[in-house]
C-alpha cells in the first residue's frame, strides 16, 4: 500500500474553539491507482491533501506513506517526502516567479536529486511548453502556469502526485487537454494521482472515486 | 470636511504603524547622523584649539624687555591702540605658572578660547589654576582652586595674572612680557615713540597647524553632509512608499467629493509635522549620540567650566534650529516628487498602489547610462581642473553617479551568478535575490554611501594621521626650542652648550623666488636631519649636495607654484643651485628653500642664528641651568618633545572619535535594510511558498534569506571600495589642493577595508535577521493561503 490515511482528524480555530473540518478520514491508495476526490466547497478536500503532503500537521490519525509514518517526521523529514515522495499541484501560484520555466520544471527534480535534462525537455515538448522555457511565470497564461506546474512535479518522478483542482481556473477544453496529458504521464512513470475535481468528466477519467463530506470520505 | 479627510489619511498610519516607524525613525536616525558628525567635527575643533593653544605662546610675536615690564609701558601701548596682553610668570615647585589677562589675551590663548561666563571663574577669589593632573599634583598647597585641564601643556598651569603674582609673591605691576596680538589696528605708532626699551621677540615658525587642521575640517564636513545624505536615502524609500501606499485613498478621497488641493496640502502639512516629530527625536538621539561618543570632551569640559558641564553639550538654540532644518529640509526633497505624483494622479487612475519601485529592465539601462554619464562627468572635471567649487561638484557627480550605477551592477552580478550557479538552491538564492533587488536598491545605495564614507573617512583620517606625525617628528625633532633674544647671545650659547647638546641654529631670511614669497633656511649638517626628514621626491643623496653646498631642498607648494622638479635650478640671492629634493611643508603659505649651513653663510653673511633647536646629550635641568646663567628664562624656552608628545595625544583622540562615525553610518544603512526588508516581507510569501512547497524547510528558507542579504551586502560592499577610494583621492588630491595648495598623501588600509567588508557583512546578516527568523516561524497554514483558490 503506497498510501494508508486512518482516523485522520483536523480542525481549525474557530470564534467559539475549533471547528472541526476531518473527523477521521480513512483512505488507502495503491501504486499507480488513480483517484478523484470529490466534496463541497469548504468540506475539507484541500486540507486533506496537505496533510497527506506533509505540508501541515494533523490533529490525530495516522498517515502511512511509503512505509513512514508522516506524522512522527519534523519539518526536515517532511521536506523530504515533499522533494521525492510526493508531489503536490495547486490550484494556481505554483510556480516560483524568480525563476523561469525551465528553471521551474527542473526545480523539484533537482532539489530531489533526479535532475535529467532529457526528461525536462521531453515533459516541456509533451506539455506544449517547447516555446516558453525562457519565460518567467508572470509572463505565462494560466494555463501554461498549470502545465509547467505539472511537468514540475512529474519530472520528480514523485510516487504520489496531489493534484488540487489543478484545472479549476481554465476552460473546460484546455481543462480537459491537461487533465489527459497529466494522467497520461502519471500512468507512465507508474505513480498514483490523487486529484480533487468538481467535474464529473474530469472524475469518470479515473479509476476510483471517493467523495468527503462532513469530515469523512465514502 | 477637512477633518474628515484628516482622519481618513491618518487612518492609513494606525493600520501601516511599521511603515509610520520607518518613516519617523529614518528621519530621526538622518538627523541624529548629522547632529552626531557636527559634534564630532567641534570635538575636532576642540581638539585642535587645544593644540593651538599650547603651542599659542611660541605663534604670537612677544615684547620683552630686561628686568620687565612696566604696567604704565602697558597701559600706554593699549592707548595707542596695540592689541598686546600681559603675562607674568615662574616656577613654584618645578610647575611653570603662566599668568595670563583673559580680557585681553588672543583667542587661542588659554586652557580653550573663553567666553564671558567662565571669566568669572577665572578672575574671582582666590582663583583657580588650570592645568593636566600631573602638573596639578605638582603644584605646592595654596589656596587657589584646581581644575583639571588636560589640554594645557605639560608642565604648565595657567592662571589669572594676579593669582600668578600672588602665587609667586610677585609686584603685579611688573609684567615679563607682552603677548603680540596677530591683528593689529592698521596704524598705530611705532613701539619706539610709544614704550622705548622694549624688544620684539618674533613668533616661533615651524608646523603652522591651524592651516593643516583646516584641510581635516573641510574633509570631516564633506563626509558629514555624505553622512546626511545616507539618511536621506532612507527617508526617501519610506516616503515613497508611505505616499504610494495612499494612492487609492487618495482617488477614493476624492471620488468622494474632496478637492485634490486640500488633499495634497493636508498631506503636505502632515510630512510637516512627522519631519518636526522626527526631527527633535533626531535632535535628541544626536545628543545623547555626541554624549556617548565623546566622554573625553565630556571630561575636558568638566575641567573646564567647572560645575557647568553641561556647558557645551548643552541645547544651542541654533543647533536645534539646524537640525529641525535638517529633517524638514530633508523630508521635503524627498517628499516633493511623491507629492508631485500624487497631485498628478488621474482621477480614473488605478487605484492599485504601483509596486513599489518596480523598476524593470530599461529602467536599470536607463540608471545604468545616467550613472555612466555621471561618472564620465566626474572624471572630466577632474582633468579640466578648477576650483573647490568644481571639485565639489565633481564629488558630488560621483557619489551619485556611483549609487545610480549600484542596482544595474548588482544586477548583472546576480544574473551571472544564477547562470553559474550549481544546484537547484543555489540557483534559485540568486535568481530570488536578483527579484528583490527593486525593493532593496534604496536601502543599498544608502549601504554603499555609508560604506563608500567609510572607506573614504578611514582613508583620509589614516592617510592624515600618518602625515600629520611623519610632518611632526620632522619639524619637531629637537628636544628643546630655545630664543636666545640676539645674535650675540645666540653664539654664546653655542659655545656654552658645546658638547652638551646638538645645537640646531634657526637661520632664515625671507624673500621671493620666481615671484613667490619664500622662506630661505639653512640646515646644519647633523645626522638627526636625515633620519627625521622625509622627502616627496629626491634625487641621489641630497643631504650630501646640500651640505656640500652643491643644491638646495625646495617645499612642494614653491615647486608646485614656481613650476619646478629635481634637478632643475632655483634662482636664489647668490646664483642659482639646483633643486636636490622636494620637501612636505604642509599648511605654509610660503614657499620654503634649504640650503646647507656653509651655503647659507656665504650667501647672507650678515644673518646670525637667535633662536636653536637643542638635541640634549645632558639632563634637562643642568641645559636649562647653563640656559639661564646666559639669561635665557623659561618663556624662551619651549619644550618641543612634550609638545609633540602632547599635540599627537591630541590628534589621536579624534582620529578615534571618527572611528565611531563609521560604526553609526553602517548601522543607519542596517537599519534602512531591515525597514526594507520588513516592508517587503509581505510580499514575501507567494515568493517563497512554492519553495517551501517543493521541498525546503521553512528554517532553510530563513537561512537563505539572511545568506541573500549577506550576499547583496557583500557586493554592495565590493563596489563600494573603489567608489571610496576615489573619494579619498578626490578630497585628498583635488579638493584639498584646490583649497590648500597642497596635496595630502594617500595611503592605503586594506586593513580596514577587510575590517569594512566584514561589518557590511554584519550588517546586511543583522538587518536580515528578524524578517529571516519571522520567515523561518511563518506556519504552515499561513504559507498554504497563498495557494488557496481566492487571494
Ligand atoms: N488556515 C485556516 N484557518 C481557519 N480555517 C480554515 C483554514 N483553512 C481552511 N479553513 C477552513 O476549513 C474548511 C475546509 O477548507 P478547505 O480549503 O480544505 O476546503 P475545500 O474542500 O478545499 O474547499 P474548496 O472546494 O472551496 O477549495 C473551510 O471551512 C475553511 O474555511
Ligand atoms: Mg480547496
Not at chain 2, 646664483?575 to 653663510?601: K, S, T
Request: no cysteine; proline share 5%; hydrophobic share 55%.
Amino acid at each position: 500500500m503506497l498510501l494508508d490515511v486512518k482516523g485522520l482528524r483536523k480542525s481549525y480555530p474557530g470564534g467559539d474553539g475549533p471547528v472541526p473540518v476531518l473527523r477521521g478520514v480513512d483512505l488507502s491508495v495503491r501504486g499507480g491507482e488513480t483517484l478523484a476526490l470529490t466534496g463541497e466547497s469548504g468540506s475539507g478536500k484541500s486540507t486533506f491533501l496537505h496533510l497527506v503532503a506533509g505540508l501541515d500537521r494533523a490533529d490525530a490519525g495516522s498517515i502511512w506513506l511509503d512505509g513512514e509514518e508522516v506524522a512522527d517526521l519534523d519539518d526536515r523529514g517532511r521536506a523530504r517526502l515533499r522533494r521525492g515522495t510526493v508531489g503536490i499541484v495547486f490550484q494556481q501560484f505554483n510556480l516560483i516567479p524568480s525563476l523561469d520555466v525551465a528553471g521551474n520544471i527542473a526545480f523539484q527534480a533537482r532539489l530531489a536529486g533526479r535532475d535529467d535534462p532529457g526528461r525536462v525537455a521531453d515533459l516541456a515538448a509533451r506539455l506544449g511548453l517547447e516555446d516558453q522555457m525562457a519565460k518567467y511565470p508572470e509572463d505565462l497564461s494560466g494555463g501554461q502556469q498549470q502545465r509547467v506546474a505539472i511537468a514540475r512535479v512529474l519530472a520528480a518522478r514523485p510516487k504520489l502526485v496531489l493534484a488540487d483542482e489543478p484545472t479549476g481556473n481554465l476552460d473546460e477544453a484546455t481543462a480537459e487537454r491537461v487533465m489527459e496529458v497529466m494522467t497520461a504521464l502519471v500512468a507512465e512513470t507508474g505513480a498514483a494521482l490523487l486529484v480533487v475535481t468538481h467535474s464529473e468528466r474530469l472524475a469518470a477519467g479515473l479509476s476510483r472515486r471517493v467523495h468527503l463530506a462532513r469530515g469523512v470520505v465514502s | 470636511m477637512r477633518r474628515q479627510i484628516a482622519r481618513a489619511l491618518w487612518s492609513h498610519w494606525r493600520r501601516a504603524p511599521l511603515l509610520l516607524f520607518t518613516l519617523v525613525a529614518g528621519l530621526a536616525l538622518a538627523t541624529a547622523l548629522w547632529s552626531g558628525v557636527q559634534a564630532i567635527n567641534a570635538e575636532a575643533r576642540a581638539s585642535y584649539d587645544a593644540a593651538a593653544a599650547t603651542l599659542g605662546e611660541g605663534r604670537f610675536d612677544q615684547l620683552v624687555r630686561e628686568g620687565g615690564i612696566a604696567r604704565a609701558d602697558y597701559v600706554a601701548l593699549r592707548r595707542a591702540g596695540w592689541q598686546v596682553s600681559p603675562v607674568i610668570e615662574g616656577r613654584l615647585g618645578g610647575v611653570r605658572i603662566v599668568g595670563l589677562d583673559p580680557l585681553t589675551a588672543p583667542g587661542g590663548i588659554g586652557p580653550v578660547a573663553m567666553d564671558e561666563s567662565d571669566l568669572a571663574a577665572f578672575l574671582s577669589g582666590d582663583g583657580a589654576v588650570y592645568g593636566a593632573q600631573a602638573a596639578l599634583d605638582a603644584l605646592p598647597p595654596g589656596p587657589a582652586e584646581r581644575v583639571l585641564a588636560p589640554d594645557v601643556a605639560p608642565g604648565t598651569v595657567l592662571t589669572d595674572i594676579a593669582v600668578a603674582a600672588g602665587l609667586l609673591g610677585r609686584d603685579p605691576a611688573v609684567i615679563d612680557r607682552l603677548i603680540v596680538a596677530e591683528v593689529q589696528p592698521r596704524i598705530v605708532p611705532p613701539l619706539d615713540e610709544v614704550a622705548p626699551g622694549l624688544t620684539r621677540r618674533t613668533a616661533q615658525g615651524g608646523a603652522d597647524i591651524g592651516r593643516l587642521t583646516d584641510s581635516f575640517h573641510l574633509n570631516l564636513t564633506a563626509f558629514g553632509l555624505l553622512a546626511f545624505a545616507v539618511g536621506i536615502f532612507i527617508v526617501h524609500g519610506a516616503i515613497g512608499l508611505a505616499f504610494e501606499e495612499r494612492r487609492p485613498l487618495v482617488r477614493t478621497l476624492r471620488a468622494l467629493g474632496a478637492p485634490l488641493s486640500t488633499v495634497v496640502w493636508m498631506m503636505g502639512l502632515e510630512l510637516l509635522a512627522l519631519a518636526l516629530i522626527a526631527g527633535a527625536l533626531g535632535l535628541a538621539l544626536g545628543f545623547a549620540l555626541a554624549g556617548a561618543l565623546l566622554p573625553d570632551v565630556a571630561a575636558t569640559l568638566r575641567g573646564l567650566y567647572g560645575a557647568e558641564v553641561a556647558g557645551s553639550l548643552s541645547l544651542r538654540p541654533g543647533w536645534a534650529l539646524a537640525a529641525l532644518g535638517i529633517s524638514v529640509g530633508g523630508a521635503a526633497l524627498a517628499g516633493a516628487s511623491a507629492l508631485w505624483r500624487i497631485a498628478r494622479m488621474p482621477l480614473l487612475a488605478a487605484g492599485r498602489p504601483r509596486a513599489w519601485a518596480r523598476g524593470g529592465a530599461r529602467g536599470l539601462a536607463l540608471q545604468a547610462v545616467a550613472g555612466a554619464l555621471l561618472l564620465a562627468v566626474a572624471g572630466g572635471i577632474v582633468l579640466v581642473g578648477g576650483g573647490l567649487g568644481a571639485g565639489f561638484a565633481a564629488l558630488g557627480a560621483l557619489l551619485v553617479g556611483g549609487a545610480l550605477l549600484l542596482p544595474p551592477l548588482l544586477d548583472r552580478a546576480l544574473a551571472l551568478g544564477a547562470r553559474t550557479a550549481r544546484g537547484p538552491v543555489a540557483g534559485w538564492l540568486w535568481a530570488d535575490g536578483r527579484q528583490q533587488l527593486p525593493g532593496l536598491s534604496l536601502a543599498l545605495m544608502a549601504l554603499l554611501l555609508a560604506m563608500a564614507a567609510n572607506v573614504g573617512v578611514s582613508t583620509m583620517v589614516g592617510s592624515f594621521r600618518s602625515t600629520f606625525t611623519a610632518f611632526l617628528d620632522q619639524r619637531l625633532f629637537a628636544d628643546l626650542y630655545v630664543d636666545a633674544g640676539d645674535g650675540d647671545r645666540g653664539a654664546a650659547l653655542e659655545a656654552a652648550l658645546a658638547g652638551r647638546a646638538t645645537v640646531l641654529p634657526v637661520l632664515i631670511v625671507t624673500g621671493e623666488v620666481s615671484g613667490v614669497p619664500v622662506e630661505i633656511q639653512a640646515a646644519r649638517d647633523v645626522p638627526a636631519f636625515a633620519a627625521n626628514w622625509r622627502f616627496l621626491s629626491a634625487g641621489p643623496d641630497p643631504w650630501g649636495a646640500l651640505a656640500s653646498g652643491r643644491g638646495a631642498f625646495v617645499s612642494e607648494q614653491l615647486a608646485r607654484r614656481a613650476g619646478l622638479s629635481l634637478g632643475e635650478a632655483v634662482d636664489l640671492p647668490g646664483g642659482a643651485l639646483p633643486v636636490v629634493a622636494i620637501h612636505a611643508d604642509y599648511g605654509n603659505p610660503a614657499g620654503q628653500v634649504i640650503l646647507g649651513e656653509a651655503a647659507f653663510r656665504a650667501r647672507f653673511p650678515e644673518v646670525s642664528a637667535e633662536r636653536f633647536g637643542l638635541l640634549l646629550d645632558a639632563p634637562e635641568a643642568e641645559i636649562r641651568a647653563a640656559l639661564a646663567d646666559l639669561g635665557i628664562d623659561d618663556s624662551a624656552i619651549t619644550d618641543q618633545a612634550a609638545l609633540k608628545a602632547f599635540s599627537l595625544g591630541v590628534f589621536e583622540r579624534t582620529f578615534s572619535v571618527t572611528g565611531a562615525l563609521n560604526v553609526l553610518t553602517l548601522a543607519v544603512a542596517g537599519f534602512a535594510m531591515l525597514m526594507s526588508l520588513l516592508t517587503l516581507a509581505a510580499m514575501r510569501l507567494p515568493q517563497v511558498a512554492p519553495v517551501w512547497a517543493s521541498g525546503l524547510t521553512r528554517v532553510q528558507l530563513g537561512r537563505m534569506e539572511l545568506a541573500r542579504t549577506a550576499l547583496l551586502a557583500g557586493f554592495t560592499a565590493l563596489a563600494a571600495l573603489p567608489l571610496g577610494l576615489a573619494l579619498a583621492w578626490m578630497l585628498l588630491a583635488v579638493v584639498n589642493v584646490a583649497a590648500f595648495g597642497w596635496r595630502l598623501p594617500m595611503m592605503l588600509f586594506p586593513g580596514d577595508w577587510a575590517r569594512l567588508f566584514a561589518l557590511a557583512l554584519l550588517a546586511g546578516a543583522l538587518a536580515s535577521a528578524w524578517p529571516a527568523w519571522r520567515l523561518a516561524r511563518t506556519p504552515p497554514a499561513q504559507l498554504l493561503k497563498v495557494f488557496a483558490n481566492e487571494r
